[in-house]
């Protein structure tokens, strides 16, 4: 499976799928607002992740509005965090070759990079 889960109207996605040519290899495009992301995706996800937490992103503006900062949080509330709100989903997750990328970092990328 090719898959890019990630949001239309984010620069940051739509770079990184640009500047790697996602869209050209074929890559599946979904976009999480859209077509929010099922609990089996994001099972599968977590399975290839090591879990929720590696996909939770803690810059989502509900993170702080919710204060979820000074919470301990399991994996159970991630999961329910990310399938309830797609903002709490670290973008763009790129699944290839039966690995999975999650988020914008520089070594994540260029792990993605070396796996195209």
Known sequence: MKKVYHLS????????????????????????????????????????????????SRRAIRYKTLGLAGKALSEADYRQYILEDYTFLKRPVVVCGGKLFAGSEKRTLEALAQAL
């Open 9 to 56: 109207n984010c620069g940051t996605c739509q770079r990184i799928i640009r500047d790697l040519g996602l869209d050209a290899k074929g890559f599946v495009l979904q976009d999480i607002k859209q077509q929010r992301i099922l609990a089996e995706e994001l099972d599968e996800l977590a399975r290839l992740a090591g879990g929720y937490e590696p996909l939770f």
